[in-house]
């Protein structure tokens, strides 16, 4: 048994589809949420500036105290997963690997499709991590720029036609490539799982990378002991950008007002872009 929280990051809000399926596994889990607003959005910046601000991400979360690090972001995973887990004194976990786990077993005519960010596209990670589990598979790998920022915005409702549109500009390779079953590799796409789901066809299978290692996590917090118990005060919720802007698309996210657990921070870092 261990009560100290689980630490989970994002650069925005996409995180919380990962934390929502952690508390319905595991509600006793206390977790401490960091949405690094102010960078958003990671997956438009390069390897280098993406592997600093995580690692500023990750120091705010071990200044809290918590057990286990849980990158909520498949663009941060991507690019950073390996130097995160090398630096901290505590377990890191990402997204991508159980994302592509259950992909892998759930494809049936071995196509998969794999929806992410531009810096996760270009990365690698998530193709590199099929080809060397299942060799055999086709991927198609389709980065999509708006989409997480239509999330974050709030824009995710599957009649608006701006998403109706992007929808349209991102899908259609994976629909000519005959995928199976298609990773929404950023946290953030799940929001968007009707819309897609509608275009590529009720037989698809979609797999929300946040949710797959979610339950990956908490197996391995059973397994190890190290879960809380009696613990129930649920989740507090920190960004470096707005508070209010936060718990408002939050509330539209999760249909719940979480306002009075938000906190603003400052941002860790004002330098440049890109
Ligand atoms: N939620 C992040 C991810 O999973 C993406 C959003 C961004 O571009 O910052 O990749």
Do not use: W
């Not at 997956?43 to 991400?57: C, H, L, V």
């Not at 920190?238 to 508070?243: A, F, K, M, V």
């Amino acid at each position: 048994m261990d009560n100290r929280a689980i630490g989970v990051f994002d650069s925005g809000l996409g995180g919380l589809t990962a934390t929502e399926e952690l508390s319905s596994i595991l509600p006793d889990e206390h977790i401490i949420y960091l949405s690094d607003s102010y960078n958003f959005p990671y997956g438009e910046k390069n390897r280098e500036r993406i592997i600093e601000m995580s690692r500023r991400d990750l120091r705010f979360l071990l200044e809290n105290g918590v057990k286990a690090v849980f990158i909520a972001c498949g663009t941060a995973t991507s690019n950073a997963l390996a130097v995160l887990k090398a630096e901290s004194p505590v377990p890191v976990f990402g997204v991508v690997e159980p994302a592509v786990v259950e992909a892998v077993c759930l494809t049936k005519n071995g196509k998969i499709g794999l929806l992410a960010t531009r810096a996760s596209v270009e990365a690698g990670t998530y193709q590199r991590l099929i080809q060397e589990m299942a060799p055999e598979v086709e991927v198609t790998a389709k980065a999509c720029p708006k989409f997480a920022t239509m999330v974050e915005d709030g824009i995710f409702d599957k009649e608006d036609e701006r998403v109706l549109r992007a929808v349209e500009e991102y899908l259609p390779p994976l629909k000519k490539a005959g995928v199976d079953t298609v990773i929404l590799g950023c946290t953030h796409y799940p929001l968007l799982a009707d819309v897609i789901s509608e275009y590529m066809g009720a037989d698809v299978r979609l797999i929300s990378a946040g949710a797959a290692a979610a339950r990956s996590l908490s197996a391995y917090l059973g397994e190890n002991g190290l879960t809380s118990k009696n613990r129930s005060y649920g989740a507090e919720y920190y960004t470096t950008g707005s508070p209010e802007h936060f718990a408002r698309t939050a509330e539209l996210m999760l249909r719940r007002d979480i306002s009075q657990f938000v906190r603003g921070v400052e941002p860790f870092d004002k330098g440049g872009d890109i």
